[in-house]
């Protein structure tokens, strides 16, 4: 098993090389950068993309101007050439690149363009509330969907099996911005209940609570967001588990068990469980990293939360390209050791699995 960790983890290197050359490259090619940004704040247009829907008549008209960018115009060409210096544009990009990978090494994720403070500064700012959706999303959805799915494979084909799968499919089928909105409109004070708040991660007078109250309005504030980030994972993850199980069901060893006279729990629990969650675990990193990365966006939006989600958002909209790629490689680390992580668990649960074997 060590040596299987061991090319796993030479892997990473490569991979992850792989994942910021390819998106380093695709940035090159995208309209509207950092100083572009800021030459249309200078102007009082609002931001680039404005000038690039509007104008083309006038980009057109100024295509054999001298100037680099679209709308600088006016502006004294040792000012662009200053902010071509300030943020790295006067090199070329081989060598912006290598010197973004060499910081990388040393840990150093460089400062945002436009916050003024550090990438991981920024990140642990951003952390707990993605952590709480994420956190607790997963492991509501686990809890309910394991003993759901286990329930429903059991019960095969009954009544029970048929009302909950198309409960299922339906939750499945709401969107997760719409099931947001909906918990808003029914138990915010939208339309209906005036229950739980209707934004931020906890009250204004947070500091003031005692450690019970401070939990209390913590739980408070994070019901609504967990619930609709939890939605889709749930209804995969239910059905997930109950064909686990139904795969099991109908073999062999099985029916062998249940010859021997062993109860139908010992069977179920003591046999079949470890086979069929096998699946179920290996599908744990890409849950989490769902939850955690892709739905956050929505739903911070939705609830005002200030999370990665909406920095995500926000650095690629101005083009903050410490940001976006300092959270890449950072992120896109967590995912490939979570991957590892996963392996690791096959092994934990079922000692016969030996990936050494099974690569050579």
């Given at each position: ?61 100024d295509a054999s101007a001298s100037e680099s960018y679209a709308g600088s115009r006016g502006l004294p060409p040792e000012f662009i050439a200053e902010l071509e210096r300030e943020f790295g ?272």
């Open positions: 098993m060590g040596a299987y960790i061991l090319r796993r983890l030479l892997l990473v290197l490569p991979t992850l090389l792989g994942i910021m050359i390819i998106n380093f490259a695709l940035v090159q090619f995208v309209p509207g950068g950092p100083i572009e940004q800021i030459i249309a704040q200078q102007q009082g247009s609002g931001d680039v993309f404005s000038g690039i829907s509007g104008g083309g008549s006038e980009i057109e008209a544009f006067d090199k070329p990009p081989v060598e912006r690149f290598l010197g973004m990978l060499w910081n990388y090494m040393r840990l150093d994720f460089g400062e945002s363009y436009f916050r003024k403070i550090g990438v991981m500064e920024l990140v642990w700012e951003k952390m707990p509330v993605s952590i709480s959706l994420g956190l607790w999303s997963t492991l509501i959805a686990y809890l309910i969907s394991i003993p759901l799915g286990i329930r429903k494979a059991v019960k095969d084909g009954s009544r029970f099996d048929t009302w909950t799968s198309g409960a299922i499919i339906a939750a499945y089928a709401i969107p997760g911005f719409l099931f947001a909105i909906l918990l808003l409109v029914l138990f915010a004070g939208g339309s209906y209940w005036q229950i739980f708040p209707l934004r931020g991660l906890t009250s204004d007078n947070f500091e003031d609570l005692s450690l019970l109250g401070k939990v209390g309005d913590y739980f408070w504030h994070i019901t609504l967001p967990v619930i609709a980030s939890t939605i889709s994972a749930f209804a995969t993850l239910t059905l997930l588990t109950k064909n686990s199980f139904l795969d099991e069901i109908k073999k062999h060893y099985v029916m062998t068990a249940r010859a021997k006279g062993l109860s139908e729990s010992k069977v179920l629990y003591g046999h079949i469980f470890r086979n069929a969650m096998l699946i179920v675990i290996a599908g744990f990193p890409a849950v989490f990293i769902s939850v955690f990365f892709s739905g956050s966006l929505i739903i911070e939006t939705i609830f005002s939360l200030d999370g990665l989600g909406r920095m995500g958002f926000e650095a690629a909209v101005a083009r903050d390209y410490p940001v976006i790629f300092g959270t890449l490689f950072v992120f896109g680390l967590m995912s490939l050791v979570v991957g590892i992580i996963s392996d690791l668990m096959y092994v934990l649960v079922d000692p016969r699995i030996d990936f050494e074997k099974r690569v050579g």
